[in-house]
């Protein structure tokens, strides 16, 4: 769910029971494999950028960009379920913690300034 997409966050906001919807938009989700003489360098990225709407105005309340990115060094023969394994269970995990912290900072702030 991207902030261009109005009638989106309309209809999901009708249907919400919480106070937030996040949403947001994946901008790089990749590995890369550098291949040297006698190693491999497995290099990840995951880039997104994501946005949170208050649910009972549909106001953007944050617009930020995510990333993580992470490389290895591995012997020549690299499978490639290693390298998908990396990209998801590492990498991924890295940036869903980033966002959450940063969605809980949000939220967080939101609601003292609510109180005051």
């Known amino acids: ?23 947001g938009q994946i901008i790089s989700f990749e590995f890369i494999n550098d291949v040297g003489f006698w190693t491999i ?10 946005n949170l709407f ?3 105005d549909m106001q953007l309340v944050m617009e930020i960009p995510v990333t993580a990115t992470e490389s290895k060094e591995y012997a020549m023969g690299l499978a490639h379920s290693v ?20 969605v809980a900072e ?3 702030f939101e609601q003292t ?3 005051k």
Request: positive net charge; charged residues 25%.
């Open 83 to 102: 390298a998908i394994n990396n990209l998801v269970n590492e990498t991924m995990k890295k940036t869903a913690s980033q966002i959450i912290q940063k």
């Open 1 to 23: 769910m991207s902030k261009s997409n109005s009638q989106g966050i309309k209809d999901i906001g009708e249907a919400q029971t919480g106070d937030y919807i996040l949403g």
């Open 41 to 50: 360098t497995n290099r990840r990225t995951v880039i997104l950028n994501i």
């Open 106 to 108: 949000k939220i967080s």
């Open 54 to 56: 208050r649910s009972e």
């Open 113 to 115: 300034q609510a109180k």
